[in-house]
Nanobody, 121 residues
């Protein structure tokens, strides 16, 4: 099993910054994909940013130029630096990891517990 622990959400004024982190632990052979999603009540969860191992990051259009995703492979940790935050960025943010289990050598998706980001106007 793989566990994800998120941190870094909170309340910030518009124009401010937050940094989210997500650390994966457990029976990990390798990690194929790391990404961040967000969800507001009544809407589907949407991909904010993500990238596959060795690939370039992808961002949803609304956050390009403001958000930066990064990862520390040695620590199995990903980060989402969010700058120039807007009220419409308010959501619960979830990290997602596609990991190869070291016991089964099969890929599975894992989700963090979610962290609330609130941007006030």
């Amino acid at each position: 099993q793989v566990q994800l622990v998120e941190s870094g959400g909170g309340l910030v004024q518009a124009g401010g910054s937050l940094r989210l982190s997500c650390t994966a632990s457990g029976s990990i052979f390798s990690i194929d994909f790391m990404g961040w999603y967000r969800q507001v009540p009544g809407k589907q969860r949407e991909l904010v940013a993500g990238f596959r191992s060795g690939g370039n990051p992808n961002y949803t259009d609304s956050v390009k130029g403001r958000f930066t995703i990064s990862r520390d492979n040695a620590k199995n940790t990903e980060y989402l630096q969010m700058d120039s935050l807007k009220p419409e960025d308010t959501a619960v943010y979830y990290c997602k990891v596609t990991a190869i289990d070291s016991g089964t050598y099969r890929p599975s998706d894992y989700w963090g517990q979610g962290t609330q980001v609130t941007v006030s106007s």
